[in-house]
């Protein structure tokens, strides 16, 4: 057995928002990682052009830093429920985790999430209380909550034994206790390489590396990030692809090898163990696949994931606009692209809809799910998609659903409404607190309940509601929720959307398209103010005729359409309905077209409802 090496593994963990991201860069700045004239975007970890949009952390990524002769290797994990796959599998790399902690919000859903991830691991905990300069920071009350959800969570006493500083992410200080005056973020390095445990590997024994991120290269090809856990990693050699129940193994030789410097992939010769490697040339190479000697293959357990909650239906636009805005819209290229997609994400799943043309997709959320669709359009891509649906499962007879562990920070003013709301969502409330000028309300809510949830809780909190949740448990189905109340307003024709038309049916309700828009047969062009669906002509154009009269020739005035967003659109359709998607629009429409098939459409699911 050698020496410890002057290394360490963490994953900064946090949740959405908590500044994980924010910390890193302060981080490269304080231990010299760039140069002092380098010029470095925020939020340098978040490279996906998503990510930066959206500012939340989508896909984990590495890094490491050169600290007083230590190396850090640091995976920055995303903070939102829905990507909780990429936590799961990243943990693999880690010793030890880095828990950020808003210090007003305090412990949310995803704390919880990946607490219990590193606890299942072994991992050892750090702890940060984060933005104590906030105005509402409560630093003593969030370590409470803190520790008392390490106890919740089955915490071992050594666990339990956590250290902890608290500072500003964003201004870049670290103290070890709160009255103490800020400096720079030395603490918070003391701390890692203090107490984060150290790889103790026997650098002799035969090569275990076990794939945990999977990227891909144009010149390189398929590449594998992980960690090697014994023995020394060498470019250009032979080693055998194993799997837990894998009869034969491949043999595949490496054809490049890199490890992190800052931002940077590195090339080098060798990775010995405990450190992160990233390997390029294997083709063959899967999430969970171990990398061993020939002679002595000895693969890694599996990672194993949480199951997905939500599916989705992905299928070929046949609408009369199809083609005319995407690149790739074949059946065939579809699918291509979805099994890629799972490829990268192994909480993706992927199997055949119902019908011959479409392909059933599971994830974690709406979210999830939204952020492929946005880059699958944004590549080209043209199709059209489903209502997600919610995936049940059959327990002893019982037919069983996910329920989630929902909080909702809102106006005290607003409580009551929101109670109301999840009420109606068969929802059973579990803690009421106030925080601040705030109330925190927490919630188990069916999977299915918080669908359109979160549009719901932005109209009637006038914006003022922060809603977070994560997977809790298998419970029985909790009996019908309440879907959209609202019909929608279906163009007859195909056409241009004419202002006078629009102007004579704005009283029918609210239009989802500007005038002068192409639209369709069946394509819905807004919701009606009643509970069914009326089909309207908005091409009706004014008839010229030889007579004016007082009145006649005034302006029309339009309100401004409802614009939905990507998931905002997923959450409002109904079962008979899709969303198609093309690289420059999002259209709302009708799976059957036509009045006539609509009607034959509903009359068949009447008759198989009455059997």
Not at 76 to 92: I, M, N, S, Y
Not at 208 to 218: E, G, K, R, S, V
Not at 581 to 594: E, I, N
Request: hydrophobic share 40%; with cysteine; glycine share 8%.
């Amino acid at each position: 057995m050698q020496h410890k090496k002057p290394i360490r593994n963490i994953a900064i963990v946090a949740h959405v928002d908590h500044g994980k991201t924010t910390l890193v860069d302060t981080m490269f700045k304080f231990a010299g990682t760039f140069r002092s004239n380098q010029q470095v975007q925020e939020r340098a970890m978040d490279s996906d052009a998503q990510e930066r949009e959206r500012g939340i952390t989508i896909l984990a990524k590495n890094t490491a830093i050169e600290y007083h002769g230590t190396r850090i290797n640091i995976v920055d994990t995303p903070g939102h429920a829905d990507f909780g796959g990429q936590v799961e599998r990243t943990l693999r790399m880690a010793d030890a985790v880095l828990l950020l902690v808003d210090a007003a919000e305090g412990p949310m859903p995803q704390t919880r999430f990946v607490l219990k991830k590193a606890f299942e691991n072994g991992l050892k905990a750090l702890v940060m209380i984060n933005k104590v300069d906030r105005p509402d920071a409560r630093a003593g009350e969030v370590l409470d909550e803190v520790f008392d959800l390490f106890v919740e969570l089955g915490a071992r006493d050594e666990q339990l034994d956590f250290p902890v500083v608290y500072g500003s992410g964003r201004d870049g200080w670290a103290v070890d206790q709160p009255d103490n005056e800020p400096a720079d973020l030395e603490p918070l390095f003391r701390m890692i390489l203090d107490h984060a445990p150290a790889p103790e590997l026997d650098y002799e024994a035969p090569l275990q590396f076990q794939a945990a991120t999977l990227d891909h290269d144009d010149f390189l090809g398929r590449i594998a990030i992980g960690r090697v856990v014994r023995g020394v990693i060498k470019n250009g050699a032979r080693y055998a692809l194993c799997h837990v129940g894998r009869d034969k193994a491949p043999v595949a030789a490496i054809k490049g090898l890199h490890r992190y410097e800052g931002l940077n992939r590195v090339a080098v010769d060798e990775v010995k163990a405990g450190d992160i490697a990233v390997i390029a040339g294997i083709d063959e190479i899967m999430i969970g696949d171990t990398l061993c000697p020939v002679e002595n293959q000895e693969p890694l357990p599996t990672i194993k994931l949480d199951e997905p909650t939500i599916s989705m239906e992905f299928y070929v636009s046949n609408s009369p606009f199809a083609g005319q805005d995407g690149q790739f819209v074949t059946s065939r290229q579809i699918l291509t692209r979805l099994e890629k997609a799972c490829l990268r994400d192994v909480a993706l799943h992927l199997a055949n809809a119902e019908g011959n043309d479409g392909y059933e997709l599971k994830g974690r959320g709406v979210m999830h799910l939204g952020v492929l669709i946005e880059n699958m359009r944004r590549e080209g891509y043209e199709f059209s998609v489903g209502k997600p649906r919610v995936i049940l499962k059959t327990t002893d007879g019982q037919r069983m659903e996910p329920f989630e562990r929902t909080v909702i920070d809102v106006p005290t003013e607003h409580a009551g409404k929101v109670i109301e709301y999840f009420g109606r969502r068969r929802s059973e409330m579990t803690t009421m607190e106030p925080i601040g000028i705030q109330t925190r309300l927490e919630f188990l809510v069916p999977s299915r309940g918080l669908i359109g949830a979160r549009t719901a809780l932005m109209t009637m909190t006038k914006g003022m509601a922060i809603l977070s949740h994560i997977f809790d448990q298998w419970r029985v189905d909790g009996g019908p929720i309440p879907t959209r109340t609202n019909g929608v307003l279906v163009a007859d024709r195909t056409g241009k959307a004419v202002p006078y038309g629009m102007f004579a049916l704005l009283d029918r309700g609210t239009f989802f398209v500007e005038p002068g828009a192409q639209v369709y047969e069946g394509m819905i062009v807004g919701e009606n103010n009643k509970d069914d669906d009326l089909d309207i002509n908005v091409c009706r154009e004014k008839k010229m005729t030889n007579i004016r009269s007082a009145g006649n020739d005034e302006n029309v005035r339009i309100p401004p359409a409802h614009v939905m967003s990507l998931e905002e659109s997923l959450e409002y359709i109904e079962d008979d309905e899709l969303l198609e998607v093309t690289p420059k629009t999002l259209r709302l429409r009708k799976r059957s077209l036509t009045a006539v098939d609509r009607l034959k459409a509903a009359r068949k699911q009447a008759r198989a409802g009455s059997t």
